[in-house]
């Protein structure tokens, strides 16, 4: 009954936490008293691209291995994050051998993992529908073992953190959205037309309105904005999300790159 109290009451603690800082907190106790030293609650993207405001990242690693890790990109090919796309249960990291085949990428990195102070894990997968895959996990310090008789408590744990955090990150997405600017789906359209350098009566004969309605719904667009120039309008449109860089200059592939 000791478990089943502690996880429940990190799952009351975490569902009316109000900030990752806050959050964060709540696991590293968790952590500590589940007898892991480290946690790390993540999706598994490139957080130095755009859009990093939108990917979930908290962990409280060694400082070096995780700028080390994310810097250089190591989450691509790291063995344990490979391994939890093939499974919905938790798993130690001494059983991702017999999970998936190891390249010599993914021995050099379970080597460096050691050298930086790190020993065996447990990972929780998180796999959302229409989202990115992530992961929950504990580690050890050192060659410490898991505690293994607690195991039961990480899987509940892990699940609740990574849904506690995806919250968080929801939260500040829908803060962000409501900030911005509000396009209609016609003026996304002529927007993503702009960019790509048609005129208003080549958007006018695509989307068959007049001209003169193109121009309406841009400068609506533009007054939404605040800008005068077209330019700026599609490259807000562009960081604000309402387009992505391949809406912006296309979908034509020339016929050697297609599949």
């Not at 999706?43 to 990093?52: E, N, W």
């Not at 291995?65 to 919905?88: C, K, Q, R």
């Not at 500040?172 to 960019?195: F, G, N």
Request: aromatic share 8%; proline share 4%.
């Amino acid at each position: 009954m000791g478990q089943l109290s502690e996880v429940q009451n990190f799952i009351d603690q975490s569902g009316r936490v109000k900030t990752t800082q806050g959050l964060s907190l709540l696991m590293e106790q968790i952590t500590r008293d589940m007898g892991f030293d480290y946690f790390a609650l993540i999706h598994h993207v490139d957080i130095r691209a755009k859009g990093i405001d939108t990917a979930l990242w908290l962990e409280n690693y060694p400082r070096h291995w995780a700028e080390v890790f994310v810097n250089t990109g190591l989450y691509a090919d790291d063995p344990m994050l490979i391994a939890s796309h093939l499974t919905n249960v938790g798993f130690a990291w001494s059983e991702v051998p017999s999970m998936i085949k190891l390249t010599n990428k993914h021995k050099e990195i379970l080597l460096r993992v050691r050298r930086e102070g790190l020993g065996d894990g447990f990972t929780v997968p998180a796999h959302v529908p229409g989202e990115a895959n992530g992961s929950c996990n504990f580690a050890m310090a050192g060659s410490r073992l898991i505690p293994r008789e607690n195991i039961p408590m990480a899987q509940l744990v892990g699940s609740y953190a990574f849904q506690a955090a995806r919250k968080l990150v929801l939260r500040r997405i829908s803060s962000a959205d409501q900030a911005r600017p509000k396009l209609t789906t016609r003026q996304i359209e002529c927007v993503a037309l702009i960019a790509r350098g048609k005129s208003d009566k080549e958007i006018a004969a695509q989307l068959g309105l007049k001209p003169a309605t193109i121009n309406e719904y841009i400068e609506d667009a533009c007054d939404r904005y605040g800008v005068s120039r077209r330019i700026q309008l599609a490259f807000h449109a562009v960081h604000d999300g309402y387009l992505t860089l391949s809406d912006a200059i296309g979908s034509e592939i020339p016929p050697l790159l297609q599949g």
